[in-house]
C-alpha cells in the first residue's frame, strides 16, 4: 500500500532536515546520499577534461559546451569524440554507439569529414 499524503509529507521533511552522513573529504558539504556525494565531487575532481586544451569540468555536458564555444567543434555525450559538423556527430552516434538522431537523418554510407577521436 502507499503511504498517506501526510506519511508522504512527514518523510520529505525528515529526508530535507534529516543526517547528512556523507561528507565530502575536500570541503564542509555533507548529504543525505552517496549520489549526492559523487555528484558533489565532481566538482573538486572534474573528472571531465578537453582533449584539445587544459580545461576540465565537473559536468560532461559543460565539458560539451566549452567545446563548441571555445573550439566551435560537438562533443560526443557518450565518448571522447570529437564532430567538425552536427552531421559528423550524427553519424558517429549511429555508428559507435547504435543512437538514432531525430533530427538529422545520415545517409547509411556516411558523411564524410575526418574524425578526430575515434572509440
Known amino acids: 500500500p ?3 499524503p501526510a506519511a508522504a509529507a512527514a518523510a ?3 529526508r530535507k532536515v534529516g543526517e547528512r552522513r556523507y561528507a565530502c573529504c575536500y570541503c564542509a558539504w555533507s548529504g543525505v546520499d552517496n549520489w ?3 555528484r558533489h565531487l565532481n566538482t573538486h575532481l572534474k573528472p571531465f577534461a578537453c582533449a584539445l586544451c587544459e580545461y576540465k569540468a565537473a559536468r ?3 565539458l560539451a559546451t566549452h567545446v563548441h564555444k571555445v573550439h566551435n567543434k560537438k562533443a560526443c555525450a557518450k565518448c571522447p569524440f570529437l ?3 552536427p552531421l559528423q556527430l550524427a553519424q558517429h552516434l549511429r555508428d559507435a554507439h547504435h543512437i538514432e538522431s531525430r533530427s538529422l537523418k545520415v545517409p547509411a554510407g ?3 569529414g575526418a574524425a578526430r577521436a575515434a572509440p
Open 2 to 4: 502507499a503511504p498517506s
Open 12 to 14: 520529505a521533511i525528515r
Open 36 to 38: 549526492c556525494l559523487k
Open 60 to 62: 560532461a555536458e559543460r
Open 83 to 85: 564532430a567538425d559538423d
Open 110 to 112: 556516411g558523411a564524410g
